[in-house]
């Protein structure tokens, strides 16, 4: 079944990124006049045909420097790119997502279709049926998103598509489908890192939100506390050690017997309601550990001793229990959430006075990522930011879970700044190898937070967004010298 999201909102702005890192380049005209009937381009430097880094994984990658808009003010409408239209495709794990969105912010059209039946029959994400379902719908999702905006593939002006992190069997159906569609129409290409999209979707609908901030990003497979400098650019403050606060969520609700339909968060949250939180004692993950990592790993042991303890059959559903028997799944669900919650609290504070030794002029940080939509959540972490003098911003439940929108914004952020690949070949092999970054880090980790059970676990992990981008500034950086010393 594909549920649809359809947003038609002056006041919801920008999103996307990109596939590889960029280079300053010779202008593509076929592109240019394919573009001219959207938007008017503005060059800010000259252009010069530079080989490849050997960082990037795309040999022919191209950059163009375009119309930057810096600093910018989303209600102001005259600016030269609004009229901007990007498609944006999430397949990184369990939903099957696209959007479209306008560069002034405005999201023409969103649809996602939902594996909940999948993860209920599997108990969890299975990556092979992945796979399978994001292939049966991805078609259909891309053209409703289409058709709800009221367009065609000949009225975009670039598709943006996750290519990391995420499961790789999933993650390849997005990019395959990203790529014919610009291959057939001739559109740039905007690679986006799933947990950038996430902190970035908060842009779009807070217009207050400049760089820098702070981000925390908690989902199924993730948690990451990073300081966003720009755009691109991030010092990691803290990350997973082993399980994210998603995966305990999901596997407390398994283990409950709830229904998985829903996704485990929603489940157990709204089972808390009726227990006492204080009823079981957990203990909070790494108290002792100064830096601002996570692990979640323990809690969930913990978690499965109680329910054992309590001779509770997760194979009886929820709604076939005694009272008794309800009572204290919901004591134990109530527990474990304000357990799992206060492990964020603490390492979140941490993380702020660290953030404000680095960047003194943050004004807010940015809560995203599924585990955002639960309320509990949000209403603990305000009290920590609201302490620290900070404003706390969280993008609405359907922009928390993964989405198209968020994707096709961060495309839109990275387009303005001319980082995105050309056109791709209309008809490419069959064994052509896709740029998939299944592990892919987001920032380069702060000195104080270095965990050295993390860092140990660096098998088949690509180069982080940021140390990317920065090689790439570089290049373009010297490359400017060099055009300004043959001009002289």
Known sequence: MVRLFFTLSPTISRFSIYPGIS?????????????????????????????????????????????????????????????LVVLGIETSCDDTAAAIVRGNGEVLSQVISS???LLAQYGGVAPKQAEEAHSRVIDKVVQDALDRANMTEKDLSAVAVTIGPGLSLCLRVGVRKARRVAGEFNLPMVGVHHMEAHALVARLVEQELSFPFMALLISGGHNVLVLAHKLGQYTQLGTTVDDAIGEAFDKTAKWLGLDMRRSGGPAVEELALEGDAKSVKFNVPMKNHKDCNFSYAGLKTQVRLAIEAKKIDCKCPLSSTTNEDRRNRADIAASFQRVAVL?????????????????????????????????????????????????????????????????????????????????????????????????????????????????????????????????????QQQTQNVARNIVS
């Not at 381009?41 to 530079?50: Q, R």
């Not at 050997?54 to 102001?76: A, C, E, I, L």
């Not at 639960?374 to 603990?380: D, F, Q, S, T």
């Open 23 to 83: 280079v300053l380049a010779a202008t593509n005209p076929s592109l240019r006049l394919r573009k001219q009937q959207h938007h008017q381009f503005k060059t800010k430097t000259p252009t010069l045909p530079l080989a490849s880094p050997s960082s990037s994984s795309s040999p022919n990658f191209k950059r163009t420097r375009f119309y930057s808009t810096g600093s910018r003010n989303f209600s102001n409408s005259n600016y030269v790119d609004d009229n």
């Open 115 to 117: 594996q909940a039946e």
């Open 343 to 475: 492990h964020l609290e603490e390492k979140c504070e941490r993380a702020i006075d660290w953030a404000l030794e680095l960047e003194p002029s943050i004004k807010h940080m940015v809560v995203s990522g599924g585990v955002a939509s639960n309320k509990y959540v949000r209403l603990r972490l305000n009290h920590i930011v609201e302490n620290k003098n900070l404003k706390l911003v969280c993008p609405p439940p359907s922009l928390c879970t993964d989405n198209g929108v968020m994707v096709a914004w961060t495309g839109l952020e990275h387009f303005r700044v001319g980082r995105y690949d050309p056109p791709p070949p209309a008809i490419e092999p069959d064994d052509y190898v896709y740029d998939l970054r299944p592990r892919w880090p987001l920032g380069e980790e702060y000195a104080k937070g270095r965990s050295e059970a993390r860092s140990m676990r660096t098998a088949r992990i690509h180069p982080s967004l940021t140390s990317i981008i920065r090689a790439d500034d570089s290049l």
